[in-house]
């Protein structure tokens, strides 16, 4: 008969299982410290050499990294998503950068759809704390924090469709755009009327996602990034046009 006596599993096992989940879901992020030894072994009620074994055994895993004097942090598991040399070459083509907003089209789309239906009450919550949040920095005029927050609340968004390859995947995505590889928003937000436009565009997603709507949730999201592809393009033929009048501007002064 294809049976085995029941093992009692170890508490390390259990402690490690609990830590790749909270990484696997998204709640421990890259580069977050993890509580003190002592701490962190009275909150799983585990002794603190079961707490080591498990930690020890993450580390093996490359999903913790211990720094000297620092304590214990979770790894930066998406920096491998793309290769140092694919990141120099996005950043200097600009097909790199529509084909990057085409994409997020696709994948929030999808996304704020799933939010929609599946994001539980508390997600919901989290996504309109941030838009609120959003409302004061752009009150405040503050581009810097107000981009920060555009690309917390897209990832509220994706963090509440409860898919956890597609967190992860985006999350490495939006790393690069916070990095400013594939544009830097506050060039395009600069612009009075399209911080206000880009804000109403937000609300329009929060608004469908708390009424559950997800075809409207899907449909905000398309529209505020075919509005950004928009602005982009309109912002490289400005810069363009600009280059090309300073030259003939440089020739007229010096005739």
Do not use: N, Q, W, Y
């Given at each position: 008969?294809?049976?085995?006596k029941v093992q009692p599993e170890k508490l390390s096992q259990s402690v490690v299982r609990q830590i790749e989940l909270l990484i696997l879901r998204g709640i421990l992020r890259p580069g977050?410290?993890?509580?003190?030894?002592?701490?962190?072994?009275?909150?799983?009620?585990?002794?603190?050499?079961?707490?080591?074994?498990?930690?020890?055994?993450?580390q093996d895993a490359g999903l913790l990294a211990s720094r000297a004097g620092a304590g214990v942090y979770v790894a930066d598991v998406l920096?491998?998503?793309f290769s140092e040399s694919l990141v120099r070459l996005f950043s200097t083509h600009d097909e790199a950068v529509f084909d990057y907003i085409t994409f997020r089209r696709d994948m929030e789309g999808l996304a704020a759809e799933r939010a929609a239906i599946y994001g539980s009450d508390t997600?919901?919550?989290v996504i309109d704390a941030i838009f609120r949040k959003m409302e004061a920095a752009h009150a405040k005029r503050n581009p810097k924090d107000e981009a920060a927050l555009d690309a917390d609340?897209?990832?509220?968004?994706i963090e509440a469709s409860h898919n956890v390859i597609m967190?992860?995947?985006m999350r490495s995505m939006f790393q690069l755009l916070r990095e400013g590889v594939f544009y830097n928003r506050q060039v395009m937000f600069k612009q009075?009327?399209?911080?206000d436009m880009l804000l109403d565009q937000h609300r329009a997603m929060n608004t469908a996602i708390q009424a559950r709507d997800a075809a409207a949730a899907r449909a905000a999201v398309e529209a505020h990034l075919t509005f950004v592809e928009i602005a982009m393009t309109d912002q490289k033929k400005a810069d363009r046009n600009e280059a090309i009048a300073r030259k003939r501007f440089e020739h007229e002064t010096r005739r």
């Open positions: 008969m294809p049976f085995e977050e410290r993890l509580p003190s030894e002592r701490e962190l072994s009275e909150r799983l009620g585990v002794s603190r050499p079961s707490l080591r074994e498990a930690l020890a055994e993450l920096g491998s998503a997600d919901l919550k609340f897209h990832l509220s968004i967190l992860h995947m009075r009327t399209t911080r």
